[in-house]
């Protein structure tokens, strides 16, 4: 218990002080007016108040990632708690922060635009692609795992088809809507039910200690199959700790944000509370299961294991309302990944989204390939949807080096590590992994290692020759 203690405030301690760290490096302009307010168009760019920015924040990238990741990262033991902290504070956070602020700062524009203004053209459209399918993926894997949560709480005739269709109809409204209608009202709600139900997994797994006690932190790997911690440990935990998904939600929020000021509490603060609520599941489910052969034996992160520990945990009645807040967290990350195809679709071909029509053209298209997809096995959906989301969080990393290192204007070129250290090393987590994984090239370790070492170290020695020491030139003759 006393490591969960000391993980939990860590990550507290984390948002003031590193937070605040990478915010005075980017360097938010308070009297800088915002996209919202230089040409809000009532569907999209619409002003909000900053505690209702943060909770749909938080909603729009706590999905099943922050659940069913941080109890898969768990099976290896309680170093993911490692993970979980540091990866939420020293890249997560960074991530999620430079990708909300730069899309302020590009009027409210798509990650793969951001992108393509930093990293050039050719990853502009590498990442138009990259982002849409990772979005579709994304909103199947948010549509089938709700829909197997409430097939368990529900009568046999509302089964996982059954759920599955009205999770998609919900979708299309949300997809199609202004903010305000669903989003901008129900959001707030679900997300102070999301951070009640995390706060009674964490009571109940503290009460239970005497018979469940939490593990303490090792550097052993306690993964019964002895599945190597490197790299599927970084790829498995996925929005708990660094997940590119989030930098294609935050121009979302980018949109109805309504100060610069307010860009740490926000996008770095939803980061730490998604990390918070990663760490209360992870140590939840190794307690609960009393160790991780049979966390494993359970099946990890899936439905079944969570439906078992929040009614052994809190009771048939805690249960179902910790289901609620369970099947709620990746609902609501569902519809906004939909929703950030279509934007993102709109920003790629110019098309106006202030009318129904427009809006339509694009959202049916999108849900319907959806659907499509969601009849795949999830498994195989999910284990994708983990390596291209760190991939694109890789990319995003890069793009934020960028800017730091050529264009903020109170930070030293140097301050621009803070984003480029992270960069380098989920570079070589993402790149080991599809080399290694049986979705990737299947190479053994001896192989796969050492060319995502070498991978990594390009890409930073990229970074540094291209922008890094050009910048620090120009800082120094300027």
Not at 270 to 286: N, P
Not at 435 to 440: I, N, P, Q
Request: glycine letters at 10%.
């Amino acid at each position: 218990m006393i490591s969960f203690f000391v993980c939990l405030a860590i990550l507290i301690l984390g948002y003031f002080l590193y937070g605040k760290l990478v915010e005075k490096v980017f360097g938010p302009e308070f009297d800088r007016k915002t996209p919202a307010l230089v040409h809000p168009d009532g569907v999209d760019y619409m002003p909000m108040k900053p505690w209702k920015s943060f909770l749909i924040q938080l909603l729009n990238i706590a999905g099943l990632g922050p659940i069913f990741g941080a109890l898969s990262g768990a099976i290896w033991g309680p170093s993911v708690y490692l993970w979980i902290v540091f990866g939420t504070i020293l890249a997560g956070g960074v991530h999620d922060f430079l990708s909300g602020m730069l899309s302020v700062r590009n009027d409210g524009a798509s990650i793969s635009e951001i992108v393509g203004i930093y990293l050039g053209k050719v990853m502009k459209n590498v990442m138009r692609v990259f982002s849409v399918i990772l979005l579709v993926m994304v909103g199947v894997v948010f549509m089938v795992g709700p829909a197997g949560l409430l097939a368990k709480l529900t009568p046999n005739f509302m089964n996982i088809t059954f759920w599955t269709i009205v999770v998609l109809i919900y979708y299309f409204l949300a997809t199609l809507l202004p903010i305000d209608k669903i989003i901008g009202k129900l959001y707030p709600i679900f997300g102070i039910c999301l951070i009640v139900m995390a706060l009674g997994i964490a009571g109940a797994t503290i009460a239970h200690s005497g018979t469940n006690p939490m593990m303490e932190i090792t550097f052993e790997n306690l993964h019964p199959n002895g599945a190597p911690i490197w790299p599927l440990m970084f790829i498995t935990v996925a929005c708990g700790a660094i997940s590119g998904f989030h930098a294609t939600q935050s121009p979302i929020i980018s949109r109805c944000i309504n100060n610069e000021k307010n860009g740490r509490k926000i996008f770095y603060g939803a980061m730490v509370a998604e990390g918070i609520i990663a760490l209360i599941w992870a140590s939840a489910g190794v307690a609960f299961y009393k160790g991780t052969g049979g966390l494993l034996a359970a099946g990890g992160g899936n439905s079944s294991t969570v439906y078992e520990m929040s009614i052994g945990l809190l009771g048939k009645f805690g249960g179902v309302l910790a289901m609620i807040g369970v099947i709620v967290c990746p609902i609501t990350s569902g519809d906004t990944a939909f929703r950030s195809a279509r934007l993102t679709i709109a920003d790629w071909f110019k098309i106006d989204q202030t009318k129904i029509p427009k809006r339509l053209m694009l959202a049916v298209p999108l849900l319907g390939i959806g659907y499509l997809i969601s009849l795949i096995d999830y498994s195989v959906v999910w284990r994708y949807f983990s390596w291209s989301n760190q991939t694109l969080a890789m990319i995003v990393l890069w793009a934020g080096s960028v800017y730091l290192a050529k264009y903020a204007k109170v930070a030293k070129p140097a301050s621009s590590l803070i984003a480029a250290l992270p960069a380098t090393f989920m570079s070589a987590v993402s790149c080991t992994y599809i080399l290694y994984a049986e979705e990737g090239f299947k190479l053994s370790t001896t192989i796969a290692y050492p060319i995502g070492i070498i991978f990594a170290a390009v890409c930073l020695c990229l970074f540094l020759f291209k922008t890094f020491i050009p910048a620090l030139k120009a800082k120094a003759n300027y």
